[in-house]
């Protein structure tokens, strides 16, 4: 069962554009969520995070939504440029409930292509 | 920015033979350290949590007398893959973060093994 859910496998936009990547995910203890770009045999890189207390955390051209009543998370990039094609990664996990852990749980990413 | 590294960041190794990839958080103290492969076009799976000085926990399905990892310090965790094969020929990421609940976790760059 995937917990974390990125059901677009690529997206395609202009440089200059917006680039919204959405993610989903199904376990209510997750209180707490990250994104991730990745490139190619590298490790992934932190982009942002945002709380569960929280709807919206902005850092530069990256701002993600959260919309805990449909379990839904979105990554807003403006405007994309090409250094943006990467692999981003929705990853979330439990750390404000007894018992809960550091440990993240990953959606499947979703390949960005940014077209000058 | 906090800085994890991962050695090697390739390498190949015979059939039966063991290889030990080394993980180090670089300016920070990682009380925990995670453990992740990732097969192409594939999501990042949990294999193991390590928290410093005590057992690895490992998820369901990954066996723990063939990825044996140490956290020895708070500084240091290790993978050994023993008997590698080569369905074990994979990418293989740490992460590391510190002993605030809050802290972001950190990435390595990853180690591609090829088992031959």
């Known amino acids: 069962d995937q917990q974390v859910k990125q059901n677009s496998p690529s997206l395609s936009v202009q440089e200059g554009r917006i680039s919204i990547l959405n993610c989903d995910y199904t376990?209510?203890?997750?209180?707490?969520f990250l994104w991730y770009k990745k490139y190619p045999a590298e490790g992934p890189t932190f982009l942002i995070s945002i709380s569960s207390i929280k709807d919206k955390n902005e850092d530069g051209r990256f701002t993600v939504f959260l919309n805990k009543s449909a379990k839904h998370l979105s990554l807003h990039i403006v405007p994309s440029q090409p250094g943006d094609s990467a692999v981003y990664f929705c990853?979330?996990?439990?750390?404000?409930?007894?018992?809960?852990?550091?440990?993240?749980?990953f959606g499947k990413g979703t390949k960005l292509t940014v077209n000058p | 920015g906090a800085v994890v590294s991962q050695h090697p960041s390739r390498v190949i190794c015979k059939s039966g033979t063991s290889v030990k990839i080394e993980c180090r958080s670089l300016?920070?103290?990682?009380?925990?350290m995670f453990w992740y492969r990732q097969f192409p076009k594939q999501s990042l799976m949990l294999m193991a949590t390590?928290?410093?000085?005590?057992?690895?926990?490992?998820e369901q399905g990954v066996e723990k007398d063939k990825f044996l990892i140490n956290h020895a310090s708070l500084t240091l965790s290790t993978l050994t893959v023993t008997s590698a094969h080569p369905e074990d020929s994979s990418f293989y990421i740490c992460?590391?973060?510190?002993?605030?609940?809050?802290?972001?976790?950190?990435f390595g760059e990853g180690s591609w093994l090829t088992v031959v």
């Open positions: 390590s928290n410093e000085g005590s057992k690895a926990t490992y």
């Open positions: 300016d920070f103290q990682a009380t925990t």
């Open positions: 992460s590391a973060t510190g002993g605030s609940i809050g802290n972001t976790i950190y």
């Open positions: 376990n209510s203890m997750f209180d707490y």
């Open positions: 990853a979330a996990s439990a750390r404000g409930f007894q018992g809960g852990s550091e440990k993240l749980v």
